[in-house]
Antibody, heavy 124, light 110 residues
Framework: QVQLVESGGGVVQPGRSLRLSCVGS????????MHWARQAPGKGLEWVAV????????HIVDSAKGRFTISRDNSENTVYLHLSNLRPEDTGVYFC?????????????????WGQGTTVTVSS | QSVLSQAPSVSEAPGQRVTISCSGS????????VNWYQQLPGKAPKLLMY???TLPSGVSDRFSGRRSGTSASLAISGLQSEDEADYYC???????????FGGGTKVTVL
């Protein structure tokens, strides 16, 4: 079945780095853009980043620009989120999600498959 | 503070109808499709509605959506206990080059 599985979360000190991974299966991973979103404890969802199906196009939320990068390896059906210079406010559950539009560079019609999330805690 | 505005909560009795509103601007809802997500407690979000009013396969037709100007709404008819969840509106923002979320609306079935 269609599935996304995240990994790489953990407890890190402020200023440190972390790499999150998300492996997709059951669909043509290389043909869909992939997103990351996060949710701080007790708070709402916040979109973080998107990378196009071919890795050429990407966008990052303003609060993470210069600190987070998104990348993908279509040969491994994996999308990554590299988190650096982490801050306590980056604490939360990080979800990866599949865009539902096939091989396009726009991201208008939502994310139809979500992983269960991986937890990042930034604390000294 | 979220780019899209939603009421924090709404409650209604079983069998009734609730409407969740989402307000944005010309750079997001005014120019792009609105999508809605349902998040049950402790679970990952689920795409509930896309392109303003299109139901994904398997989603109950008790849910309906509409967009007008810079606002959108999600209606749930025949409210059931299983509908208790957080609901989020989203849209692409042309100025921010980002997906923007509403703050979420918690639906409580009395």
């Amino acid at each position: 079945q269609v599935q996304l599985v995240e990994s790489g979360g953990g407890v890190v000190q402020p200023g440190r780095s972390l790499r999150l991974s998300c492996v997709g299966s059951g669909f043509a991973f290389r043909s869909y853009a992939m997103h990351w979103a996060r949710q701080a404890p007790g708070k709402g969802l916040e979109w973080v980043a998107v990378i196009s199906y071919d890795g050429i196009n990407e966008h990052i939320v303003d609060s993470a620009k210069g600190r987070f990068t998104i990348s993908r390896d279509n040969s491994e059906n994996t999308v990554y989120l590299h988190l650096s210079n982490l801050r306590p406010e980056d604490t939360g559950v990080y979800f990866c999600a599949k865009d539902q539009t096939f091989e396009k560079y726009y991201y208008l019609y939502g994310m139809d498959v979500w992983g269960q999330g991986t937890t990042v805690t930034v604390s000294s | 503070q979220s780019v899209l505005s939603q009421a924090p909560s709404v409650s209604e009795a079983p069998g009734q109808r609730v409407t969740i509103s989402c307000s944005g601007s010309n750079s997001n809802i005014g120019n792009n499709a609105v999508n809605w997500y349902q998040q049950l407690p402790g679970k990952a979000p689920k795409l509930l509605m896309y392109y303003d009013s299109t139901l994904p396969s398997g989603v109950s037709d008790r849910f309906s959506g509409r967009r007008s100007g810079t606002s959108a709404s999600l209606a749930i008819s025949g409210l059931q206990s299983e509908d208790e969840a957080d609901y989020y509106c989203t849209a692409w923002d042309d100025s921010l080059n980002a997906v923007v979320f509403g703050g979420g609306t918690k639906v409580t079935v009395l």
